[in-house]
């Protein structure tokens, strides 16, 4: 899948992941440097450069995962200064984290170009919430597009870069999850010939923004935006068809709905439709020529009502000429500002603001909701995964009184009963210093979960907080030598990375110390004698005292590592001591035949050999795998 990515010619036609996609756009616009920090629903695109980046034809790049998306954005913004044509990505909630340096380089610029990924995820499907970023585009003053096929992702991007390059502007390139992990065909144009950054030019009335530059660049800014306005008004990715009394505004992947919607033969030929794929600064001159003569608009875009609001602004500013337009967006026919959109929910709108009736068969399910009687699927940890026993250690010796503050990771997946180890969870990094607040406040035991990518990534920062202003708080490190949850992505703290060993490691329990911490201890949690040990000591204590549970990820160590499962675990006698292991650390390799006073099997095949089971119940044994 991704030869044709790096070395694809000029006219080939592949079937490419819409994040793939993304990745050859860079590629065909001459990339220089790419950064990010992973996180669903963009993962795939730096998965993708850091796949290619040791190959020949992908060494003309420099790619790098960062510790968080703030140190991304502002390595991006380094070297964009230096003249580099610099790809950074995200998900939606990264960019809270890099609004800060975002809304300087606004005002500074990016000389060499410089586009901002940000990964909408409207459902929720692995995110904290649906924030619609389109907003940090009209705070930071930024021109934004939002790609609706793959082979859009591919262009949009490219165009993108180019016209940041010459703007010298950053720009958002705003996708959703369905973009993201669409496959489509691409038709791939020519790689652009390298060029080397230029290097920086020292220019400190520019570059150096204490408020007298600053407020000047502010007015450079809002040129620029009146420029970016201009291209708006004439670029092919804003585009008009079809004909007819009501008009359809659409953006992001809404336009792929809205496309499906119209083949059907009720309502073909029966919308004029507004396409923005530029969708900020808004192209006001053809909406408004768009709009005349038309009796109802129907505006789609998953989110907020960003377009809905400006539209009817703009309506109101052009006074009486649209005064009976009747303008249609949330609220309409099952649109909602939560969620994903579908082909079925934009059919339904389009059809009550066009007076029809739909035929049978083409009324189906209004949204991307899963069907009906499904089998439930709670979430849960691996087998074997090692976050499972530190919980179950944790919980034994603490139990229900104390107040467990959880972050951004595969821990959080220990939520649900038996192991009921996040009490609350604010964002990315916040564990330790909302834990502190939570003990400050209550003198309730709190115990804050922090994994080891999490901790690179914004926990350091609350465990100095938590030093400096003494706070009452034990800090559980779950250090599972990779980060899992997106895709085993390498941290800083790794000895082996997907290109091979890494002999820079940065070691946390030095961190830990170096922040001042004097109580640290690092255990394995699957030895679970020791781990007890360590817990009770803590819980004799007080201050902040850090305990970092360090065994690595079954799945990492087998895929990446080449560690083998020799041996496994299986029940050799039944008993209430293997029926209360089942039910007290309800590993997913267990399971009870026949309910209730049935047996208690484990599944070798799901077995990873952890053998924490054979150390709670006498009745499990171990034996070799197949035997």
């Not at 020949?56 to 960062?66: L, M, R, T």
Request: aromatic content about 6%; some cysteine; hydrophobic content about 40%.
């Amino acid at each position: 899948m991704s030869k044709p990515i790096l070395t694809g010619k000029a006219g080939e036609t592949h079937l490419l992941l819409g994040n793939e996609a993304i990745v050859r756009g860079a590629l065909e616009a001459g990339i220089d440097v790419v950064s990010c920090y992973p996180g669903t629903p963009s993962s795939e695109v730096p998965d993708t450069f850091f796949a290619l980046s040791g190959a020949q034809g992908g060494d003309d790049y420099y790619f790098e995962y960062s510790v968080n998306e703030k140190v991304a954005l502002e390595v991006g913004g380094g070297a964009t200064l230096a003249g580099a044509m610099t790809l950074v990505t995200m998900k939606h909630v990264g960019v809270n984290v890099a609004a800060d340096p975002l809304m300087t380089l606004a005002y500074i610029g990016t000389p060499g170009g410089l586009v901002l990924l940000s990964a909408d995820d409207p459902g929720c499907h692995s995110s904290q919430n649906e924030q619609d970023n389109r907003y940090y585009a009209r705070l930071a003053g930024l021109p934004c597009f939002e790609p609706a096929t793959a082979q859009e992702a591919k262009d949009m991007v490219r165009e993108a870069l180019l016209l940041s390059r010459q703007w010298q502007q950053p720009v958002l390139l705003r996708t959703t999850t369905r973009l993201n992990h669409l496959r489509g065909p691409v038709a791939l144009g020519e790689r652009a010939a390298k060029q080397a950054p230029a290097g920086f030019q020292k220019n400190p009335r520019r570059f150096v923004p204490i408020p007298a530059v600053a407020r000047v660049r502010h007015g450079e800014l809002l040129k620029k935006l009146a420029e970016a306005a201009e291209t708006s008004e004439s670029t092919s990715l804003n585009r008009v068809h079809g004909e007819g009394k009501v008009g359809v505004v659409a953006s992001g992947i809404s336009r792929a709905y809205l496309a499906d919607a119209l083949q059907d033969s009720a309502l073909a030929g029966k919308a004029r439709v507004f396409e923005l794929g530029m969708s900020w600064p808004l192209p006001e001159k053809r909406l408004l020529s768009f709009m005349s003569g038309l009796q109802t608009l129907l505006v789609l875009e998953e989110g907020e009502p960003i377009l809905e609001n400006e539209i009817r602004a703009l309506v109101q500013r052009s006074g009486k000429a649209f005064n009976s337009l009747d303008i249609r967006g949330k609220g309409t026919a099952g649109l909602s500002r939560m969620g994903e959109y579908a082909t079925g929910l934009v059919r339904r709108a389009l059809a009550e603001v066009l007076g029809v009736n739909l035929p049978e068969g083409l009324t189906g399910s209004p949204t991307c909701a899963v069907p009906e009687n499904l089998p439930q699927r709670p979430p849960n940890l691996c087998a074997g995964c090692p976050h499972r026993a530190t919980y179950f250690a944790v919980r034994k010796i603490f139990g229900d009184n104390a107040v467990y503050s959880s972050d951004i990771g595969c821990y959080t997946l220990g939520i649900l009963p038996p192991l009921s180890a996040a009490d609350f969870l604010l964002c990315m990094g916040s564990s330790i210093s909302a834990g502190s607040g939570v003990s400050k406040a209550s003198g309730q035991t709190t115990i804050a979960f922090i994994g080891d990518s999490t901790f690179y990534h914004s926990g350091i920062t609350g465990l100095v907080n938590a030093v400096f202003n003494k706070h009452d708080i034990l800090v559980v490190i779950v250090d599972n030598r990779t980060t899992a949850m997106t895709g085993h992505q390498p941290n800083p703290g790794v000895d082996v990375t997907i290109q091979g060993a890494c002999d820079s490691q940065v070691d946390i329990e030095a961190i830990v110390r170096g922040c001042g911490v004097c109580n640290v201890q690092t255990v394995n949690p699957l030895k679970l004698k020791a781990f007890n040990q360590a817990l009770e000591e803590m819980k004799a204590a007080s201050g902040v005292r850090v305990l970092i549970a360090r065994e690595a990820c079954p799945l990492h160590a087998r895929r990446l590592e080449g560690r083998k499962v020799t041996r496994v675990a299986y029940v050799a006698q039944q008993g209430e001591d293997v029926l209360a292991c089942l039910e007290t650390l309800a590993c997913p390799a267990f399971s009870l035949v026949g309910g209730a006073g049935g047996e208690v099997r484990i599944d070798e095949d799901q077995c990873s050999g952890c053998m924490v089971c054979l150390q709670m119940a006498p009745g499990i044994k171990a034996k070799g795998r197949g035997e």
